[in-house]
């Protein structure tokens, strides 16, 4: 199990700006050492490994015990290959033995509210219900994600199934009501490639007491671009976190197609009153 | 820890409908083992507990590196109890000692994109940003609650501050473009209102393999509803899980003032574009 100090000056960059806490689980180690693994090996991961990941997301918090997600584990080489297409053409889509897409999903409910209860399920026409939705899979995903690190799989998210959601719902037979929010590529990584612990905000800058605060935080993104900078040299590349954010949001350009997702949202049945 | 069979058969109800898996983890086991804790001791959380949850929050992944989230720590006995009041007056948000908000938070992007990158932080206004946000803050927030449990302590997320989400803004502070998605309750377990383990619905109506299936769900919601009702009617509760979903989903009136939520995203600087 790595030490606190250890995890803490990895996850925090060089300086540390606090005391390492006393308090410290297995389970907290495990969480701090999280990377992004995008090399695998080809083996295939194990239909008893798929169902401890999926009973780990479905052991994470649901809004009023709802269950609003489901989840696709695509496996299929020509079906992967597709996705990784459409996914923004990334390579280690078609490498992952494994790709789970993760869904929201009104369609159960609504059918428990319609054929079985209720009139009519107009309450899940609403922003609210989408909400409910998108935290509820995050969480089980998010769960699912870490119980794999835990079994020595490499994951990572894969926001880009966003970029065409409207085609990756028809390749999944998604029906109305059902929506693809996110990918998780699982498979065993190739230490060979192995990535190192990204670095994040000062903890100053996101946690708040008692009230928010906007001001101070200017001082701690300008730290966090020192050690970002840092971090990012030591791999070879270029360009810190301001300008990576600042290519995401001043144009709609960084946004990859993703300008439309509120259509395509309507499209599949979320109508977001 | 938890052997996997005594996990699985808590979690998925007295019938096991599958063999379970020969992969296991403490992190796995302690996943499993999750159930919402609404009582608490009066013991306050320590400084070094909330530091390591917000470790563990900030390992989470996170889209693009881009950290579109915040969390205020509320601890202020005045505070709580006027948040208590505009969540649904539920008297556990009074009693646990910390009470975290966890906030979708475009303000400091857009503060980093607009004062120290690009002329605009257009990207920001479109429904991808809100959703980049509510997943970034909601991958965080299990990470926390999972560390806080493996310290020992008990979590419960909070739906409810999403009832009146312009009033929690103005207790906390928020300026535009940062919202409150979720709160979570965080304490020392009152042991004697310990509760169990919540069985889900059966692995096989969320998992599905290469392609989305809904017709099979209907047997399997109504296993499910059997086990649920055997579940509530050993702790003396009545209604299933059909009834629950009916009611939150068949009129306005099961979202409880939360069919407001799209004009208060768009009030605090969320268009929805």
Redesign the interface.
Known sequence: MTS?DT??RL??GSELP?DP????????A?????R?VRSYRPDPV?D?????L??????????????L????????DD?RTRLATLAGDQDFIRQAPLFLIW?A?L???????T??????????D????A??A??DV??A???A???A???GLGT??V?AI?NRPLDVAAE????PH?FP??GLTVGHPDRIAETAV?P??P?Q??????????GP??AQ?EAYEATLNDFYSRAGLRAG????????????T??NG??H??QA?NTQGFP??
Request: glycine share 6%; charged share 20%; aromatic share 8%.
């Open positions: 606190p995890s803490f996850r925090y606090f806490p006393s308090v410290w689980s297995e389970v907290i495990r969480q701090l050492d999280h992004s194990s008893e490994a798929l169902t401890a999926v009973a780990a997301a479905q052991s994470a918090p649901t809004s009023g015990n709802l269950q997600w489901s989840v696709v584990a695509v496996r299929e079906r869904l999903d369609a159960r409910a609504r059918q428990v509210t054929e079985l209860g209720a009139a009519t399920a107009e309450g899940a609403f922003v609210e219900a909400v409910l998108f935290v995050a969480l995903a998010q769960n994600s870490l119980a690190e835990s079994l990572v998210f926001g966003r999944l037979g998604l029906p059902v929010v996110f990204k994040r905000l903890q800058a996101v946690l708040h007491h008692e009230r928010y605060e906007l935080q200017a993104v976190w301001i300008d990576r954010v600042a290519t995401r949001f001043g144009s709609i960084g946004l993703r300008e997702l509120r949202l977001l009153r």
